[in-house]
């Protein structure tokens, strides 16, 4: 994968952390912060994901079966 600089501003203290943390546990910054945005995006497509199946869940009742919708689209298309 390609790899690119994507620079953001951060508090002092926070810097100092993953610094601390990261020597600490032999583990590269760059790596690390890497991981916890991906991390958090999946998480907040995830959240999301749920939303959505709450939403819909209500219409099942509404729903056919897979058997009944291939019929009826053979019926359509016949």
Not at 6 to 18: P, T
């Amino acid at each position: 994968m390609a790899k690119t600089t994507f620079a953001v501003r951060i508090d002092s203290k926070l810097a100092e952390l993953i610094r601390s943390f990261c020597n600490s546990h032999g583990i590269k910054q760059n790596f690390f912060v890497e991981k916890a945005l991906q991390d958090r995006i999946e998480e907040e497509e995830l959240k999301e994901d749920l939303l959505d199946f709450k939403k819909q869940r209500a219409d099942e009742k509404k729903a056919i079966s897979f058997e009944e919708y291939l019929h009826l689209r053979k019926s359509v298309s016949a």
